[in-house]
Nanobody, 116 residues
């Protein structure tokens, strides 16, 4: 299986925006399910956004209204638009299936750092 490749992270001030991209293999898209995860220092990896069926999306309460997940199926690419960023959004962001049974290998992730 091919690892996904996440990109687009960086350092921004609170209130700023970033757009993350994930170039994924078909295994990451299995059954059309794909998600973005975040791992903050010292914390477990958590699912923050996902496409669960068709174009239906789910978001963690902490990012609802600020983050938007989308995809370009033809290019096997998933995006995460992040607006109104907060320091607690800091972490490494990864893409993979939101269903553990369908998860493929993890990529290296992309670092997001939000300063106050």
């Amino acid at each position: 299986q091919v690892q996904p490749v996440e990109s687009g992270g960086g350092s921004v001030q609170s209130g700023g925006s970033l757009r993350l991209s994930c170039a994924a293999s078909e295994s990451t898209w299995r059954f059309g399910l794909v998600g973005w995860y975040r791992q903050a220092p010292g914390n477990k990896r958590e699912l923050v956004a996902s496409i669960v069926s068709g174009e239906n999306t789910n978001y963690a309460d902490s990012v609802k209204g600020r983050f938007a997940i989308s995809r370009d199926t033809a290019k096997n690419t998933v995006f995460l638009q992040m607006d109104s960023l907060k320091p607690e959004d800091t972490g490494v962001y990864y893409c993979n299936s939101p269903v553990p049974l369908f998860q493929g290998p993890w990529g290296r992730g992309t670092q997001v750092t939000v300063s106050p």
